[in-house]
């Protein structure tokens, strides 16, 4: 499995960013998508995630900091395999570098967002005061 994010920048306090994560290399079976950030000296943290693929419930889930505010969707409809994360009302403590994951099975996005098995590289998002 492979995964690569697209979207990141740089934005104003109160703008808004649009990251998308691909994925190729995928078996048909149920799975689940999660975002991941990296601010500057903290430890990842989980934003967000999504039950995807074959007969997937569409559950999501989001980090309390984000909720609101960000909005994980599905691109299965246009483009297979491709994931979402539209980010608005965007605020400095935003800044980080943005990962997305997979986890095959089914249900596996639940409310405490757990470290998934696949990873790509990242994105770097960046709000200026």
């Known amino acids: 499995v492979q995964l690569v994010e697209s979207g990141g920048g740089t934005v104003q306090s109160g703008g808004s960013l649009r990251l998308s994560c691909g994925a190729s290399?995928?078996?048909?079976?149920?799975?689940?998508i999660a975002w991941y950030r990296r601010a500057p000296g903290k430890d990842i943290e989980g934003v967000s995630c999504?039950?995807?693929?074959?007969?997937?419930?569409?559950?999501?889930?989001?980090a309390s900091s984000v909720k609101g505010r960000f909005t994980i969707g599905d691109d299965a409809k246009h483009l297979r395999n491709k994931v979402f994360l539209q980010m608005n009302d965007l605020t400095p403590e935003d800044t980080g570098e943005y990962f997305c994951a997979l986890q095959y099975g089914a249900g596996r996005c639940v409310p405490t967002i757990p470290r998934y098995d696949y990873w790509g590289r990242g994105t770097q998002v960046t709000v200026s005061a």
């Open positions: 999504i039950n995807s693929g074959e007969g997937a419930d569409g559950t999501t889930h989001y």
């Open positions: 290399g995928m078996t048909f079976e149920p799975y689940a």
